[in-house]
């Protein structure tokens, strides 16, 4: 149970061992509150709804190989599996989320899709291995190092290769994380850095880290990466569900979700 929840800094070793935990545990809720509307085999880019067939991020080529990094219950790539002309592995941290990416799986006719779990900032694949790299949602907010897991998706990305990522839209941390009225008012600087971190005596078992849309574009750059866009995708009018802080009210008034599509170079 969370004790205590605050702004306060929280380093890599101590976010990365409390989100482990933390996601171990809540696995199977996740995917109770919200795999109908991921669905199984779904490519959803963030609550806005916006799925990958709709906004084409990865241009994605027959032969092609994809690592998807944070997969949670590996949705995104079971959608890629389906497609049946790409290679595709799910890769988590968190061996509970990958465990309900295994039990969809084995409820499901056709191959399962191949699971790793690692850590974002340290992915074990050799250089120029993979053609894409992409994740939703998954690893950037949740690690206090986000250049690292940059840096290590350029590294094992082939020249020409992609790394997408959606994340939380940094705006919105200059706002109460609420879905209703109180969530329009900005109540904190944008600017200040510091993690949003839940702790139990001391212990911390949660921690989201922030960065400004500059911090981002920086660690791209910083990473030897060529940002080819920056999708801030606008609220539906057919989305009706809220997703905990994220909702329609607040959706046709503020940014929620950041897509960057990163490529690596071709020398
Ligand atoms: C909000 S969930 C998103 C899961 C999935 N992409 C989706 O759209 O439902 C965040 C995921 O990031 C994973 N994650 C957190 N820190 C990570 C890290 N350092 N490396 C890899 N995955 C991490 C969590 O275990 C969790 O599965």
Same mark, same amino acid.
């Given at each position: 149970m969370t004790e205590h929840a605050a702004? !306060? @800094?929280?380093?890599? &070793?101590?976010? !990365?061992?409390?989100? !482990?935990?933390?996601?171990?545990?809540?696995?199977?809720?996740?995917?109770a509150e919200h795999g109908a509307f991921l669905g199984d085999d779904g490519f959803v880019w963030g609550p806005e709804g916006w799925t990958e067939d709709e906004l084409g991020l990865l241009d994605?080529? @027959?032969?092609?190989?994809? %690592?998807?990094?944070?997969?949670?219950?590996?949705?995104?790539?079971?959608? %890629?599996?389906?497609?049946?002309?790409?290679?595709?592995?799910a890769s988590d941290l968190s061996g509970g989320m990958l465990r309900t990416a295994a039990r969809i799986d084995a409820g499901r006719e056709g191959p399962p899709v191949p699971l790793l779990q690692c850590d974002g900032t340290r992915l074990p694949l050799v250089d120029d291995s993979v053609d894409r790299v992409f994740t939703a949602y998954g690893v950037v907010p949740f690690v206090a190092d986000s250049a690292t897991v940059l840096a290590e998706a350029a590294r094992v990305l082939r020249p020409g290769g992609r790394f997408v990522f959606s994340t939380s839209h940094p705006v919105r941390w200059a706002f109460p994380d609420v879905p209703g009225e109180a969530g329009l008012t900005a109540t904190?600087?944008?600017? &200040?850095?510091? @993690?949003?971190?839940?702790?139990t005596s001391g212990v911390v078992t949660y921690a989201e880290?922030?960065?400004?849309?500059?911090?981002?574009?920086?660690?791209?750059?910083a990473a030897g990466l060529a940002l080819? &866009?920056?999708?801030?995708?606008?609220?539906p009018e057919r989305n009706r569900e809220e997703w905990g802080g994220w909702s329609p009210l607040r959706g046709r008034? %503020? @940014?929620?979700?950041?897509?960057?599509v990163t490529e690596r170079p071709v020398p």
């Open positions: 702004r !306060r @800094p929280a380093g890599p &070793d101590e976010t !990365r061992s409390a989100n !482990r935990a933390w996601w171990d545990g809540e696995a199977e809720a996740y995917h994605l080529s @027959p032969g092609m190989t994809v %690592l998807e990094i944070g997969a949670g219950g590996a949705q995104c790539s079971r959608s %890629l599996l389906s497609r049946g002309d790409v290679r595709v592995v904190t600087s944008y600017f &200040d850095r510091t @993690p949003y971190v839940e702790s880290h922030h960065r400004t849309l500059g911090d981002l574009v920086r660690q791209v750059v080819v &866009d920056l999708v801030e995708p606008e609220w008034l %503020l @940014p929620g979700t950041a897509i960057l």
